[in-house]
């Protein structure tokens, strides 16, 4: 299969095989999905992030993973996927324009940000209890998409799918970011996906995929980053498939938008260490000293 393909589907949106909560082999998963921001939450958002937010942002769903014997937790959450976006979008239109008198409306000091919220946020990894913040390694491993395929033994026991942000670009496009989830008996697997369509401009997908084998001491996260002129591409659909939807259904777009960037990266895990007491240290040293002592 192509190295960033999907082997296949994930859940469907809104759909949790089990409830927002699951647990296995010493790993605990989270997925929740809640009401998009009240008002009052918005408007203290837009100021503490200094920009116009997307119309709709979860912000209170999340997607987290954590295992504390292995002192780990992956979290994918809106605020944190907002507070990755850049402060240029990369795309001039004739609406930009409009964006950002909105956002001097909003927020008269505002700094620039980007109008499309391609954010290119990988989630975020932190160490248990203390959430530092765990950072990987670059590594020519790859996921296997192989092992991904259905096989008999190794169904699906939980999935779900956290949406965070979505926005119509003040209906000049699209802007989606969600993030999903499977867990089987065997392993793991996360996509999370972000979707942007600029009518007459261009089409972006942004993708982070987390990828686990229980019983590893090791989980992978590839990104890629994949975009394809607009016009250049829609030139190739029929009217059917237009009306069918396509141009909105990012399942059916990503695997024709070519590869601009894709790294693999690994995240080392391992049992958390206890930090030692004084009497275990004493303890020690006195063993220590009789093995010497048996010795010499």
């Known amino acids: 299969p192509p190295p960033t393909g999907m082997a296949r589907p994930l859940a469907a ?75 240029e979008a990369g795309i001039q239109v004739s609406m930009s324009k409009e964006w950002k008198s909105q956002a001097e409306r909003d927020i008269p000091d505002a700094q620039p940000f980007d109008w499309t919220y391609s954010s290119p946020y990988r989630g975020a990894a932190s160490s248990l209890p203390d959430g530092q913040a765990l950072l990987p ?37 699209d802007c989606s970011m969600q993030v999903r989830i499977r867990v089987t008996p065997n392993y793991f697997y996360v996509l ?55 141009l909105h259904d990012p399942n059916q777009l990503v695997e024709m938008l070519p590869v601009r960037f894709d790294t693999t990266e690994v995240f080392e895990l391992g049992p958390r260490l206890e930090q030692p007491t004084k009497a275990s240290i004493v303890a020690q040293s006195a063993s220590d000293e009789a093995l010497f002592k048996k010795k010499f």
């Open 192 to 246: 999370q996906r972000l979707f942007v369509r600029v009518d007459q401009v261009c089409f972006r997908v942004k993708e982070t995929r987390l990828h686990h084998k229980f019983g590893n001491l090791h989980a992978l996260r590839q990104y890629t980053e994949r975009d394809h002129e607009y016009e250049t591409l829609v030139r190739n659909f029929t009217p059917k498939q237009i009306q069918g939807g396509i």
């Open 137 to 173: 390694s670059p590594t020519e491993e790859k996921i296997d998409f192989e092992s991904l395929k259905p096989r008999p033994g190794d169904e699906i026991l939980w999935s779900a799918n956290v949406h965070l942000y979505e926005d119509e670009l003040h209906d000049n496009g």
């Open 13 to 87: 949106a809104g759909e949790n095989t089990d409830n927002a909560r699951f647990s296995l082999r010493g790993w605990d998963f989270v997925g929740e999905n809640k009401p998009i921001l009240t008002t009052f939450e918005t408007d203290r958002w837009t100021k503490e992030l200094d920009m116009t937010l997307p119309e709709m942002v979860f912000g209170s769903s999340r997607l987290e993973i954590s295992n504390a014997s292995l002192g780990v937790c992956y979290s994918f959450t809106a605020r944190d996927a907002l507070e990755a976006c850049g402060k």
